[in-house]
């Protein structure tokens, strides 16, 4: 049961739930929400230590009555789901429809919606899940993200220990900077909250296609360094990333999208229709985060 911390007390209407909270991407979000002055409780798995004017609470997106608690008061959700299978969001839905706040939920650029099946479990279940929440009635915007420039981070133990990132290849995609997708979220909870957007769908990219080996040398750039990347067979990088820990479905899921999500060089300006601005070079995200490689 989702418990908020001592320091703050209830808060009151006009409030925004940010899942995901301790990503990349949720604690962007919850960070820009409080710039705005908007009043932000951010539900997480385990205990996190205090932000200052954000209540945090505890508890798991697939137990319905931490959902409950975790929303009383709360009129817009941020929604980012982290399972692998959408079977288990049924009870998270069933929640959101009898409290009935607005949605933001976070899905992926690459969904086809020709397509009676998608092209891997990532991108099936982002599918599923904005079915559920449109079968609701429950206002939604749905932000489809394409590859977050903060995935490359998982590569900063083998910049570290040398000029070779290896790893599976996958096709070209419009890297977009989770900074921008956080600045459109928040645009996106804000102008929901004002009335000026409803069920609407967005689809956010950065500038430009870029495939792994184009981001490495990027970031070589940004680290002046000759960086490049070696593409290794599905085999070879399933063993490395199950040996490096990883869960067995989160790999498996890896692995398939790297041999069967089709090539995209779509470009929207979905980030600048919401944010103002068009959005950032993945050489811009490298130069700021060099410091995460070193």
């Known amino acids: 049961m989702p418990e908020p911390t001592p320091a703050t007390g209830a808060l009151q209407k006009s409030s925004v739930l940010v899942t995901g909270a301790t990503g990349h991407l949720g604690r962007e979000v919850t960070a820009r929400l409080r710039a705005q002055d908007a009043q932000v409780r ?40 982290p399972l692998l299978d959408a079977d288990h969001a049924h009870g998270l839905v069933e929640v959101l429809t009898e409290v009935a706040p607005r949605v933001v939920y ?47 981070r998982g590569w900063a133990s083998q910049v ?37 957007l409803d069920d609407e769908t967005y ?11 184009e981001q490495v040398r990027l970031l070589g750039a940004a680290l002046r360094r000759p960086l490049r990347f070696e593409a290794v067979p599905a085999e070879l990088a399933r063993a490395r990333m199950l040996a490096d820990g990883r869960p067995e479905q989160l790999v498996e899921a890896l692995i398939t999208a790297s041999l069967h999500r089709p090539e995209s060089h779509r470009v929207t300006d ?12 993945f050489a811009r995200w490298a130069v700021d985060h060099a410091a995460d490689f070193n």
């Open 160 to 196: 570290r220990a040398g000029d070779v990132v290896v790893g599976p290849d996958i096709t070209r995609t419009a890297v977009v900077d989770e900074r921008d997708v956080a600045d459109a979220a928040v645009a996106a909870v804000l102008g929901m909250r004002e009335g000026g």
């Open 42 to 81: 951010a539900l997480t798995r385990r205990r996190t230590g205090p932000r200052p004017g954000v209540e945090s609470v505890t508890g798991d997106l697939t137990d319905p009555a931490a959902v409950r608690a975790a929303l009383a008061g709360i009129d817009t959700v941020f929604l980012v789901w």
């Open 203 to 213: 689809v956010l990219t950065g500038p430009e296609p870029l495939g792994r080996a």
């Open 270 to 281: 979905h980030v600048e229709r919401l944010t103002g601005r068009p959005s950032g070079t």
């Open 106 to 152: 976070v899905s992926s650029a690459a969904i086809d919606d020709r397509a009676a099946r998608q092209s891997d479990p990532i991108v099936q279940v982002h599918a599923d899940m904005e079915a559920l929440l449109h079968d609701t009635g429950l206002r939604t915007v749905v932000l489809r993200s394409d590859t977050l420039a903060s995935n490359t």
